[in-house]
């Protein structure tokens, strides 16, 4: 079982910024990957950004060159710096862990991020 814990979500004005961290704990194993969905309300959850252990990393086409992913291996965390933040970002947003090649995702409990003026 992993544990997922988020933090860092709140309010902001658009062109704003936040950092989101999510600490993972439990049978962590590698290789993974972590990374960050969103959900809006009325909307599907997507997939926001991930990072793969090794580096690899990849960004949903609405966020590329706005939010950057980073991992601290050592302290099994993620973190998502989110900068000009526009509306359109406003969502709950739930950070995962996979160990690889599994499908199963864990799940963290969601953190609200919401932009707007």
């Known amino acids: 079982q992993v544990q997922l814990v988020e933090s860092g979500g709140g309010l902001v004005q658009p062109g704003g910024s936040l950092k989101l961290s999510c600490a993972a704990s439990g049978s962590i194993f590698s290789p993974n990957t972590m990374g960050w969905y969103r959900q809006a309300p009325g909307k599907q959850r997507e997939l926001v950004a991930f990072i793969i252990s090794g580096g690899l990393t990849n960004y949903a086409d609405s966020v590329k060159g706005r939010f950057t992913i980073s991992r601290d291996y050592a302290k099994n965390t993620v973190s998502l710096q989110m900068n000009s933040l526009k509306p359109e970002d406003t969502a709950v947003y739930y950070c995962?862990?996979?160990?690889?090649?599994?499908?199963?995702?864990?799940w963290g409990q969601g953190t609200q991020v919401t932009v707007s003026s």
């Open positions: 995962y862990y996979r160990r690889l090649p599994s499908q199963n995702n864990y």
